[in-house]
């Protein structure tokens, strides 16, 4: 089965997503994922200048070997733009063997290790009133579980904490120029533990509640964010130091006992291998759009599994509905499974990516069509063209740049 054409498709609706769509000889068509939120157009580039070419006339079922010829024959390995392009191929190409099997991509990872998915949902509020309500928002939806973000006193306006639209999603800045927020860590630091306490006194003891640092600590005060939310008992601490310092992580496990999660800016096992070799963290959380697909996700499951390491991937918005249904195969069929980070979509994103998989009572299920189950409407997305988009930056008092 040849390869006889591949287009990316760009569409905006609430947030921008990139799409490419392999079609070939026999008539099946696969979707896959290639969103790298506020720098879009890179991927686009990447794909309809460099790698359509190389897959016209290829066949189809060669997954893995397409996936090592794009990987290792461009030579500039790895990167957020490469891998994200790569994921596309990889998730399209799955998608049309499953079609041509006639199955649900699960059933050609191993079949279901389980029978549904266990999600976690986002609560968020500018003050601690707010909060409480998005919990009980997001309790009411049947989470199982539950990240907790709050404003921090004193500070204008925080990632995660987002004005939302409708449907309750966050809104992108649109824009030519990225929000500037603020940033103070001592003040954060002081906040959150008395955060989580608030929490845990109105939910009691049993809710999963997790948190995002968002990589903006030092080592020496995320091992001190994770002692002082022990007695809360979260269920993970989230890239509490920046990513690209997998040693930092040492620091941080001598003083914690609380688990820790780290991977959504990765894209190759080769960012994990100290944390999983060392049983730095407790939890893997690449999305399969940004780390090359399907296949190389797989891989890195099966490397943690050996550490007893679980996954957790990253299901934010900016993933699309193609992204988050490859991800809910994955998540059914692998056995160390953790938990998946699950956003949703708006109404509109829902009905330019028709999906087959059904989120009830706080759980996935990816469903039975063939593939990984995902109708990309064309016509609807054409109507809903790309807008230009940023993350914010985060500037401390004096104007100096901080992770976000
Ligand atoms: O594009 C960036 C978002 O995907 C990211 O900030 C979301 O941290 C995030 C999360 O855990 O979902
Ligand atoms: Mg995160």
């Known amino acids: 089965m040849k390869i006889v054409d591949a287009k990316v498709v760009v569409t905006s609706p609430g947030r921008n997503f990139v799409t490419l769509k392999v079609t ?118 049947g989470f199982p579980a539950i990240r907790i973000q709050t404003g921090i006193p004193g500070l204008t306006s925080v990632y995660g904490v987002h004005t939302t639209d409708t449907d309750d999603k966050p809104v992108p ?53 994770g002692q002082e939310l022990e007695p809360y008992r979260p269920f993970w601490l989230e890239d509490c130091t920046p990513a690209e310092n997998q040693e930092a992580l040492r620091l941080v496990r001598r003083h914690t006992t609380v688990q820790l999660a780290i991977g959504e800016v990765f894209n190759t096992v080769h960012d994990y291998q100290t944390l999983i070799t060392e049983q730095l963290i407790d939890y893997v959380r690449s999305a399969v759009t940004h780390f090359g697909g399907v296949t190389p996700l797989r891989k890195l499951f099966d490397f943690a599994a050996q550490y007893q390491i679980k996954s957790g991937i990253h299901g934010p918005e900016d993933i699309s509905p193609v992204g988050m249904a490859a991800a809910v195969h994955l998540d059914l069929a692998v056995h160390n499974f953790g938990i998946q980070e699950y956003s949703g979509h708006n109404a509109l994103t829902r009905e330019v990516f028709r999906h087959a998989y059904t989120f009830t009572d706080g759980h996935l299920h990816p469903g039975e069509a063939a593939g990984i189950g995902v109708e990309l409407d064309e016509d609807l997305a054409a109507a809903h063209p790309y807008r230009q988009a940023y993350l914010p930056v985060n500037r401390l008092h004096d104007g100096t740049v901080h992770d976000w």
């Open 24 to 141: 070939t000889d026999e008539g099946l068509t696969g979707l896959g994922d290639a969103t790298l939120n506020g720098r879009e157009l890179a991927v686009v580039s990447y794909l309809e200048d460099h790698v359509v070419p190389l897959l016209i006339g290829l066949d189809a079922h060669r997954i893995e070997d397409t996936w090592q010829s794009l990987y290792r024959g461009a030579y500039w390995r790895r990167g957020p733009v490469t891998m994200a392009a790569i994921a596309a191929v990889d998730v399209a190409l799955w998608d049309i063997k499953a079609k041509a099997a006639g199955l649900p991509l699960y059933q050609l990872l191993g079949g279901a290790s389980r029978d549904r998915i266990r999600t976690y949902g986002h609560a968020e509020g500018r003050d601690l009133p707010e909060l409480l309500d998005s919990v009980r928002a997001r309790l009411s939806q």
């Open 173 to 225: 800045h649109q824009g030519a120029q990225p929000l500037v927020e603020d940033w103070d860590t001592e003040a954060y630091l002081r906040h959150i533990p008395r955060v989580f306490e608030a929490v845990r006194a109105e939910f009691g003891p049993e809710l999963a509640l997790l948190h995002d640092a968002h990589h903006r600590l030092t080592p020496i005060q995320a091992a001190r964010l």
